[in-house]
């Protein structure tokens, strides 16, 4: 059974006292959730933060982002090193609006997932498809090109060691959700991808869904046979919102 896990992306959100409220006020319900995973994901300023109030909780931490460099001369990245300093857990790689506004290339991506994982951090590899691919019926192409690149770099014992997130580029704050059969069949197109190079791989990585989940479709979502969580945006940025879509999780543990 895969435990789900419900983490939530800050994108570029909130303030230090934000950030302050918006942990105490997860940690307050988070007790409560025994049969699922939960973690945050907040903008590198903030993650000192999340250590501090986050260390010796069940609640995980994580970045947005990582360089696919060790270390040098390269100014405005952040290495996995410096994530594992602050008590890193996971760490967002690909994620749609880095591959739209920061040109990343399936190949960086992968190059980023592999630091990450050599530095002992969890990777949440985001694939996903804009409308035009999906009208177009490119979904399954795009999301296979996508995860190629990381099977082709790490490995599919390299997939284990990680989580995806199938994310459609047209639900991500657009308030449009996939149904839940339209993000099942990718879901299950994706575990099916990965079991043709690892049956056993296939059926323990979580994938989880990353498109608009919110309090009242959470439920829905992860109820499907191979959804294993969400990774939340906007509702993550609001404590009781958050825990709702956690005890959905929960629910399904």
């Not at 995860?147 to 990680?162: E, M, N, P, R, Y």
Request: contains cysteine; hydrophobic residues 45%.
């Amino acid at each position: 059974m895969r435990r789900p896990l419900i983490a939530g992306n800050w994108k570029m959100n909130g303030s230090k006292a934000d950030s302050v409220d918006l942990l105490n006020g997860i940690l307050a319900g988070a007790a409560e959730i025994m049969r699922a995973d939960i973690a945050v994901c907040p903008p590198f300023p903030y993650l000192q933060i999340a250590e501090q109030a986050l260390g010796g909780s069940a609640v995980f931490w994580g970045a947005q982002d990582v360089s696919n460099e060790t270390s040098g001369a390269f100014t405005g990245q952040v290495s996995a090193q410096m994530l594992a300093d602050f008590g890193c857990h996971f760490v967002i790689v690909g994620h749609s609006e880095r591959r739209l506004f920061n040109a990343e290339s399936d190949d960086l991506v992968a190059r980023k997932y592999a630091q990450a994982m050599a530095h002992g951090l969890t990777p949440i590899l985001c694939v996903g498809e804009t409308l035009e691919e999906r009208e177009g019926g490119q979904t399954e192409a795009v999301v296979a090109r996508q995860l190629d690149a990381v099977l082709q770099t790490s490995g599919v014992d390299g997939i284990a060691k990680g989580v995806i997130a199938y994310e459609p580029v047209w639900a991500i704050g657009t308030g449009v959700t996939a149904t839940p059969a339209q993000a099942q069949d990718v879901h299950a197109f994706l575990r099916g991808r990965i079991a043709a190079q690892g049956q056993d791989v296939a059926t323990r990585v979580r994938i989880l869904y990353g498109g608009s989940m919110k309090p009242d479709n959470a439920q829905e979502l992860i109820g499907q046979a191979d959804i294993d969580g969400g990774l939340i945006g906007g509702a993550a940025l609001k404590a009781a919102d958050f825990l709702a879509i956690c005890r959905a999780g929960d629910q399904n543990g």
